[in-house]
């Protein structure tokens, strides 16, 4: 399934963090490693660009964290990037240049590549957001399945095995999905794909679609 691997799905130079997946396929194999890469890699940044606000936590000093949101670390914010009112990082985060993270928007375990905006009231767990993905009022990443068993990504060729039992989603770069749409654990939106508002997504979408539901997904005109 090359269309669900790392290189078909992101822009590796968007991102602080292109080291992380040296040696992976898919982009879910880096999640149980995205805390020990923080602590690495923080360790190194320039001091003239970053301070560690507290253990674990570096901030950008050109980043603009509003005094209301809660960082857990370990995480990296990196430069240009926003952490608005309220927000709340509960630790193994990487917050790209530029991106934005709002208003009651919580993040777990994640890579945000940069340019990312997560805005308004989005929980994102255990996922990957590529360049300038975006993520509607209200739309969440569901990480946890209810029987609490290992996590599969449904393709069309079938199911592939990801050995996880926290898995969000995986949005490629340009994703943009619709305000109160749910992703389901092991949701994977492919490059420069669009979901419809209030939709619920299992599954693969391809590249350059628009997934309306799963019986409606369409390429894209353009």
């Not at 923080?38 to 603009?64: C, M, R, S």
């Not at 005094?67 to 309220?86: K, L, Q, S, Y």
């Not at 790209?96 to 308004?120: D, I, Q, R, Y």
């Not at 569901?142 to 949005?171: I, P, W, Y």
């Amino acid at each position: 399934m090359k269309e669900l691997q790392i290189n078909s799905l992101y822009s590796l130079d968007e991102t602080i963090a292109a080291d992380l997946f040296d040696g992976a396929t898919y982009p879910w194999e880096v999640l149980p490693k995205i805390k020990d890469f923080i602590i690495e890699l923080g360790q190194t940044l320039p001091a003239d660009k970053f301070e560690e606000v507290k253990e674990n936590v570096w901030v950008a000093k050109t980043a603009n964290v509003y005094p209301t949101a809660h960082i857990n670390g370990p995480a990296i914010i990196d430069e240009e990037a926003e952490v608005r009112h309220c927000a709340f990082i509960r630790g193994n985060a990487i917050v790209g240049k530029g991106a934005v993270v709002g208003n009651s928007t919580e993040l777990k375990n994640v890579v945000l590549f940069n340019k990312v905006e997560v805005p308004h009231y989005n929980y994102v767990g255990d996922s990957v957001l590529g360049f300038k993905a975006h993520m509607g009022a209200g739309s969440i990443t569901s990480n946890v399945k209810s029987d609490k068993t290992l996590v599969k990504v449904h393709t069309k060729n079938g199911d592939l095995e990801t050995g996880l039992k926290k898995f969000g989603a995986m949005l490629g770069d340009n994703v943009e999905v619709g305000c109160n749409s749910v992703l389901n654990p092991g949701s994977v939106i492919c490059k420069d794909s669009n979901v419809y508002p209030v939709s619920m997504v299992r599954g693969v979408v391809p590249p350059h679609s628009i997934y309306k539901d799963k019986e409606n997904i369409s390429p894209k005109k353009n």
